[in-house]
Structure formats: C-alpha cells, structure tokens
C-alpha cells in the first residue's frame, strides 16, 4: 500500500458522496428494470437492496480511514488497493456469499461488481479542472500494477477535504451542487429513457392480447396446440 502523506500536494480532490451514491442508485435501477419491478414500488419494497448498492459505490473511499486511522492525513492511503478491480471482485464475490440480492449467485456478483466498479470509473475522471487535460490524479486500476490510470477527460472537479473548513467551504458546496446536476440531469435521460421502453412494452403486449384471445378461441387452433 502506497503512503501518499510526502506529496507536494496530498489532498487530492475526490468526488463527493454524492456522485458516488448516485451511481449506486443507478445500479439499482439496472436491478429492477431487468427484475421488471416498477422503479417506485422497488424503493420502497427494496430499500435494503438500494441501500446496499449505494455504500458499495461508496465503499472504494473506505481508504481514507486506513489514513486517519494510523494519524497520518486523510490521503496518506487515498486512492490505493481499493481503487481497483481486485478490490471490486473481492468485494463482489464476498457479498455475493452473504447476500445474493439478485436470486442467483452469478447475477449478484455482476449486479455488486458493477456499484463498486462505478466508484472507480467516477474517481478515473475526476480531476482540479474540468475538460481534456492531465489533472486527473489516477487510480491503480489494475493493483498489483502500481501504475496509476486516468482519463484525459476530466468530467468532476471534485471536492477537497484537507481539514473541516476546507470540507465545508463555499467551493466544496459548488463542487457537490454540479455533481448533483450533472448526475441529476444523466439518472432523469435514464428514467425517460426506462418510461419509454416500459411503454413500449405495454403496447406490444396490449397488441399481442387480444390476438392470442382470437387464436385460442379457434378450436382449430387452440387443439392443435394439445399434443
Ligand atoms: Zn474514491
């Protein structure tokens, strides 16, 4: 595990619990969209499920106690194992022996793999300063391989969180607000686009109805169905 407290500049900015939560939510909707539960009834019926997904995505910052814990700073360990898809398959496969929240153990570990890997994805584009530059500071995506991976395409800014006045300064605010939005705006084409296909499914079905109640009640037909 890397001790990152000796970097000129150690407190990278992350993207905040919101971004991250969101993304975990968005693997639900996967959940109950494949599952065919509307997407209401599944937050009620199913909020330990949700829940679940949401500290998941979370899970990967879990590093940052490692650091406060051995009283160095809160990046001394930030950004190391657990930023990476050993750590996303560990964790799966361990929740996956626990709990399979999507019946099979196979569909779980994707559905687990999924909310974990999504935290890693999200922090691959977070960076000090949005659009197509190297400020993204890196991830070991594929620990043991120390290198450090990023995106050219720095969608978050990201929130510091050097000492308390830091983390709940007026530029953090901002930072949370736009991950809001701009996550808000992606989970709202996401719902619409989830609305558009439910329709659509309706109407088929609606098609296909009464065209199986003309076909079952012609006796030729409904018998030669009977082997
Ligand atoms: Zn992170």
Redesign the pocket.
Known sequence: MRLRGCHPEPFYP??SPVA?SIAGFWTFMLWAARSKVHLISACRRYLPQLILLVLLANL??IDVLFGLGVGTNADAF??GFT?SFVAAFLVALAVSCVWRIAGSFRRSFTLYFLAYSS?LLI?LCTGTKLGWNSTASG?PLFWPWKKDFSSPLVLIVGVKHKDLPMLFSMQNLQSSLYELFIFGVFTAALLALWVRHQKNQAMSHERETPARAVYNSNPMQSNERIP
């Open positions: 992350v993207a991250h990967a910052d930030h950004r930023h935290h922090d991830i």
